[in-house]
């Protein structure tokens, strides 16, 4: 079946630093990837659609320049979240699309933790 | 502008019983629903869907009603199982791919 591994599962960073999370299709091609931000006990918000060799495509209120997204290769997208502040807080979930199936594969998640 | 809603964030069912979830949506271009199960502190995991030309898909216990005209889809799990107990997303896609997610309904299946 499709799998979706993102990495790290966890992590904590001191506040002004970046951090770097990587989301991988390791079964599948996947020219869409998304990226989603859960804060406890709320929804998933979309924050934002990464697309294979091309820019990613952000929801409204989320800052690109914060969250810099690559996707330069059709397994692998990932998330940077550039000066981290407490507030970035939260556990950050991909998403990979599958066209043969039209189907949507998660990532396990991962929990950032600014301090 | 919340577009896909979960009105009941906690559901609390007797083992072996029916679990009902439900969703509703008030985008008229979503053509595709989805219900995931999920953990804390993990990823969603896919359950079942249903296009939109369709209004019942089963697979299993798990089966998903869709009333197009009440914009309106449910959940039901049947018999419900200890195992069960977790948070349920219902999420919908209008054609551009992403998905847009309700708030949740945390299932809890009692002994």
């Known amino acids: 079946g499709a799998v979706v591994s993102q990495h790290p599962s966890w992590v904590i960073c001191k506040s002004g630093t970046s951090v770097k999370i990587e989301c991988r299709s390791l079964?599948?091609?996947?020219?869409?990837m998304f990226w989603y931000r859960q804060f406890p006990k709320q929804s998933l918000m979309l924050m934002a659609t990464?697309?294979?060799?091309?820019?990613?495509?952000?929801e409204q209120g989320v800052e690109k320049d914060k969250f810099l997204i690559n996707h330069a290769s059709l397994t692998l997208s990932t998330l940077t979240v550039t000066s981290a502040h407490p507030e970035d807080s939260s556990f950050y979930i991909c998403?990979?699309?599958?066209?043969?199936?039209?189907?949507?594969?998660f990532g396990s998640g991962t929990r950032l933790t600014v301090v | 502008d919340q577009q896909v809603k979960q009105n009941s964030p906690s559901l609390s069912v007797q083992e072996g019983r029916i679990s009902i979830l439900n969703c509703d949506y008030t985008?008229?271009?979503?053509?595709?629903f989805l219900w995931y199960k999920k953990y804390p502190a993990e990823g969603p995991t896919f359950l079942i869907s249903?296009?939109?030309?369709?209004d019942k898909n089963e697979d299993g216990r798990f089966t998903v009603f869709l009333n197009k005209s009440a914009k309106h889809l449910s959940l039901h799990i049947v018999p419900s199982q200890p195992g069960d107990s977790a948070v349920y997303f219902c999420?919908?896609?209008?054609?551009?791919?992403?998905?847009?997610f309700g708030q949740g309904t945390r299932l809890t299946i009692n002994p």
């Open positions: 998403s990979a699309y599958r066209t043969d199936s039209y189907g949507y594969t």
């Open positions: 079964d599948f091609q996947a020219t869409t």
């Open positions: 990464s697309n294979e060799g091309s820019k990613a495509t952000y």
């Open positions: 985008n008229s271009m979503f053509d595709y």
């Open positions: 249903i296009s939109s030309i369709k």
């Open positions: 999420a919908a896609s209008g054609g551009a791919q992403k998905l847009v």
